[in-house]
């Protein structure tokens, strides 16, 4: 009996390890759940790249379409966008005849530009304009070259001579030393000093110039007569007769000389002739002194 009972507790004790045993051998052939195998290999699965599809370069065009050539040169306005570039390419001329055809030093352009295109071939630089030269100005008046300095110089001559050498109804040419410019007199008259006229009206307007309004201001002047250079000074104010009347000058005007006196009227406070201070510093001038 006690043989048997080991007999069994060795059997159940195989059965066991046995069931043990083939439990162990199932767990372990097993497959994995989905879920895990997914996510053990995920890094592992090649990613399939769909192959881009190109248009033939042939096929796409960003321009209208090219336009039919010209059979002669024509002028072309420039649109935003035009290159010298595409210009040549459209109308079949290169770069360098549109630039030769327009006298171009860039290949800027600038909108509404006028382009010849020489699509002919023909290239023919265009002139360049000569610079606008302006007239020139012929002087109003005449200009006396001065031997001086760059001013007239007279004679230092006293009245009771020069009254002789530039008598009335006499022509002489009148210099103003300060501006050169000459005009012609003629004597009308007077016994204290020289009553003169302009000549003509183009002499009036060269007296008129130099002293932009009249008036009793003294001026240095030279008067030439003769071939002689007298030293002497005009005012000039429009006074009293005249004996020309086609000068557009209304009256005459008075040339003093070394020792000329004024008329004696209402001008001096004693009435009387007398040797203008004024006029007598201009004499001197003209002489240079």
Do not use: C
């Amino acid at each position: 009996m006690e043989v048997n009972n080991v007999t069994f507790f060795r059997r159940v004790l195989s059965a066991s390890i046995l069931t043990g045993f083939v439990m162990l051998s199932v767990a372990v052939t097993q497959p994995e759940p989905m879920d895990k195998l997914q996510k053990d290999t995920a890094t592992n699965v090649a990613v399939t790249v769909q192959p881009r599809i190109y248009t033939p370069r042939e096929q796409v065009s960003s321009r209208a379409e090219k336009p039919a050539k010209p059979t002669t040169d024509f002028t072309y306005t420039v649109k935003q966008g035009d290159t010298l570039y595409d210009l040549a390419l459209t109308y079949e001329v290169t770069v360098e005849q549109i630039m030769k055809a327009n006298g171009l030093t860039s290949d800027k352009l600038s909108l509404d530009q006028k382009l010849l295109i020489p699509v002919s071939g023909t290239v023919v630089a265009p002139k360049a304009s000569k610079p606008a030269v302006a007239p020139k100005k012929t002087p109003s008046v005449p200009v006396f070259r001065a031997r001086y300095s760059g001013r007239a110089v007279g004679e230092l001559i006293h009245w009771n001579q020069a009254q002789r050498i530039f008598a009335e109804g006499d022509v002489a040419t009148v210099i103003d030393v300060n501006t050169g410019y000459s005009f012609k007199i003629k004597r009308k008259g007077g016994h204290n000093h020289a009553d003169s006229e302009p000549l003509t009206a183009s002499d009036t307007a060269v007296m008129k110039q130099l002293y932009g309004s009249w008036s009793w201001d003294r001026r240095a002047v030279v008067i030439v007569i003769d071939g002689k250079k007298i030293a002497a000074s005009m005012a000039g104010m429009p006074h009293g007769s005249q004996t020309i009347t086609s000068n557009k000058f209304p009256g005459h005007f008075d040339v003093h000389f070394l020792g000329s006196m004024t008329h004696g009227s209402e001008y001096t406070k004693s009435r009387k002739p007398l040797v203008d201070p004024d006029h007598q510093a201009m004499v001197r001038k003209a002489a240079g002194q």
